[in-house]
């Protein structure tokens, strides 16, 4: 709901007498804590329920995190992207302090009272695999609910820590009372999910409620994720499994990262290229980009990792 009246707020700036008004809808995603959002059948569980209000024009506009929105468009919808982007790191809360590396995510000191296995907690594939990269023995523990409950669950003992994306935290306003709980992982360490940080608005493809949010899209912020979904998407990869990907804009260079990684850390196929940009440049080139670069990490051996990956969750749904 803080995204949502953010994206109200912006519009009543551009167009003041609007009439707005906020329809809550719960999702899938929303309503089942106690699964993995992998056992959870497919992508799109906290999109569905809203795209069908959209086709039923129970409403006019959608916000979304775009790290949660298929790379695939249903029939009559498009995606504009809202800028600025907030932080895109991801954030591990805990008591203990940690140093982190390329090389590891080491406790500075130790407060557990035992030798176990560090409990931290997520439901991401993307960062658990990254996770059991930096520190093989840690322990992941599935982790579910709005970041309140996660929080709470933290702060009743069941983890030691828990993985969080820096910009939820950030609109929240939370990470202001969390200062001395936080290690945030820089992207060399710890790779985002594509979109991850950026706000995207679905709408129906009408040109009239196109043009009334034409001033909220940011193109930069479009081009970059753009080129990290069409990553994702020529792999053949979810918004679920562990591909990860980052690219940015500095002067007029636009750098695409791509990552896709074993759940247990231990196969990694890295990859970088990059293109000339200027905001006169068309999305397309950057969505190329990212195609060539998934490409590349195909030939690479990326392929063998997801259908590895894909077999194990065949498996695992048959169980």
């Known amino acids: 709901m803080t995204q949502t009246q953010w994206v109200i707020e912006r519009l009543r700036q551009l ?3 609007l009439e707005l008004a906020i329809e809550p809808i719960r999702t899938k995603g929303d309503h089942i804590t106690n699964v993995p959002l992998t056992q959870m059948g497919s992508d799109g569980v906290f999109v569905a329920e809203i795209e069908r209000a959209l086709h039923e024009r129970r ?4 916000v ?3 790290k949660d929105v ?3 468009q249903p029939v009559g919808l498009r995606l504009i992207v809202v800028g600025p982007r907030e932080d895109v790191r991801d954030v591990l809360v805990s008591p203990m302090r940690f140093a982190v590396s390329t090389q590891g995510l080491y406790p500075l000191s130790d407060n557990k009272q035992d030798t176990a296995p560090l409990r931290i907690g997520t439901c991401s594939l993307r960062r658990s695999a990254q996770i059991q990269h930096l520190c093989p023995d840690a322990q992941i523990v599935p982790l579910r609910g709005n970041v309140d409950t996660r929080l709470r669950k933290l702060e009743q003992g069941e983890y030691d820590g828990i993985m969080l994306a820096c910009a939820g935290l950030h609109r929240l306003h939370m990470h202001e009372h969390l200062t001395d709980k936080l290690t945030y992982l820089p992207v060399e ?3 985002p999910a594509p979109g991850q940080g950026a706000l995207a608005l679905e709408v129906r493809d009408e040109a009239e409620i196109l043009s009334l949010l034409a001033h909220l899209n940011d193109v930069g912020v479009q ?3 753009n080129a990290e979904r069409m990553f994702m998407r020529r792999l053949g990869a979810g918004c679920y499994l562990p591909v990860a990907a980052y690219a940015q804009i500095v002067d007029d260079l636009l750098s695409l990262r791509g990552l896709v990684i074993s759940l247990d850390g231990q196969r990694r196929v890295s990859v970088q290229q990059h293109m000339h940009w200027t905001p006169a440049t068309n999305i397309e080139h950057a969505e190329q980009l990212g195609v060539r670069l998934a490409e ?12 590895g990956l894909a077999a194990r ?3 695992g749904q048959r169980v």
Not at 59 to 62: N, R, Y
Not at 296 to 307: H, M, P, T, V, Y
């Open 189 to 191: 360490v710890m790779m």
């Open 64 to 66: 979304h995190s775009l």
């Open 15 to 17: 167009h003041p007498d």
């Open 223 to 225: 081009a970059t994720t």
């Open 70 to 72: 298929p790379t695939l």
């Open 296 to 307: 590349q990490a195909l030939a690479l051996g990326a392929s063998d990792i997801i259908q």
């Open 313 to 315: 969750e065949q498996e």
């Open 59 to 62: 409403i006019d506009v959608a």
